[in-house]
């Protein structure tokens, strides 16, 4: 099986987050979202996997470099030189593309059997396949309606759930043969969504979807950010969590130093080089990065420190995202706030979000 991941888009909806990194690269759990679309393609099978980047791309080169394997899985990373939408970005790579593949969102968060899709697809005949998933507030989505035999008839972008035609969302996960790259020119900004699916439809293809028992989010909130660390610690989807397992949902880095008194809650994962300091308290899932210093007398509820980050002696953080290497000042109390430092930006000072999300 080969495969696309998308991760060349800004991500504008995680600001300020994405003004330091690309949202593909933002961990959860201890992990980039797209650490764990390639841990999933791995899983299922995939031998060769092709990745675009452009919105701070160099910070994916740094992780990953031009070409890297996973466990024998070969990892290509192409930079593009102006945006192409999510079509147009797999268009520039379809010289790779000679057989069935799947297209995945790099910033998207699932557990999909890709195995038991991509025969789904092939059963079905089918020049595309869209995974779908019911969603309670289409508001956010793309949704899609399907005929009795399971071919997809129309898309509608965000309707209010009173106007909407179903309540089953785009994921952002297909399966394409080749031939549906023929629907796509060259060097041209294009979006599978709203240039490439209406003309599948009006050419008679054969177009379906796939209804599976799956998790997905894709993560497109500051929210839903928060949910996923948590979604993925309690286990509600499949993933491996970095580090060792101290408990049920507790997971920290032999490389972490954690104080005696220090008091770890559930629902927590610690990274590498992280130090929880005497008294510090952890609590509601917690999602501690790599290097990071939770400092005396501390408490972080429901919130997520990136890489490098701090927070001052005696501070309280409460629902909170805090960026890479932004430092939380002693007795700091802060609820529902995202704290970056604009480094990457070329921004002085701390950037904040100050209203709760």
Not at 351 to 356: D, F, V, Y
Request: proline share 6%; hydrophobic share 40%.
């Amino acid at each position: 099986m080969k495969a696309m991941v998308l991760a060349a888009g800004k991500g504008t909806r995680l600001a300020p987050l994405t003004s330091e990194l690309p949202k593909p690269m933002l961990p959860v759990a201890g992990k980039p979202m797209i650490g764990h679309i390639f841990e999933l393609l791995e899983r299922h099978g995939a031998s060769e996997v092709h990745v675009n980047a452009y919105h701070l791309a160099e910070v994916i080169l740094e992780r990953y470099g031009w070409e890297t394997r996973i466990n024998g899985m070969k990892v290509k990373v192409t930079r593009e030189e102006e945006l192409l939408g999510t079509a147009g970005g797999v268009r520039q790579l379809s010289e790779h593309f000679d057989e069935t593949f799947v297209v995945i969102m790099g910033d998207a968060l699932t557990d999909v059997d890709l195995r038991e899709l991509v025969a789904f697809h092939r059963a079905q005949g089918a020049l595309a396949t869209l995974a779908l998933m019911p969603v309670a507030d289409t508001r956010q989505f793309g949704v899609v309606a399907l005929d009795p035999d399971g071919n997809i008839r129309a898309f509608q972008e965000k309707p209010e759930p009173g106007e909407a035609m179903s309540n089953l969302a785009n994921t952002g996960i297909y399966v394409l043969e080749p031939e549906a790259l023929e629907y796509i020119p060259e060097e041209t900004f294009f979006d599978f969504a709203k240039d490439v699916f209406p003309q599948l439809l009006a050419a008679g293809e054969r177009f379906v979807g796939y209804r599976g028992s799956f998790y997905w989010s894709d993560v497109g909130t500051l929210q839903a950010y928060r949910e996923a660390q948590r979604d993925v610690l309690s286990g509600r989807v499949w993933t491996r969590v970095p580090g060792e397992r101290w408990d049920e949902s507790l997971w920290v880095d032999r490389e972490a130093r954690i104080h005696p008194t220090a008091i770890l809650g559930e629902q927590t994962v610690i990274g590498r080089g992280a130090t929880v300091e005497p008294g510090a308290v952890l609590t509601g899932c917690v999602a501690v990065g790599q290097s990071c210093r939770v400092e005396p007398d501390s408490t972080v509820r429901r919130s997520v420190l990136l890489t490098g980050s701090s927070v001052g002696e005696g501070a309280h953080l409460e629902d909170c995202i805090i960026g890479p290497g932004y430092e939380v000042p002693p007795g700091e109390w802060l609820r529902g706030e995202v704290l970056v430092t604009g480094a990457r930006s070329g921004k002085h000072g701390p950037l904040m979000l100050s209203k709760p999300f």
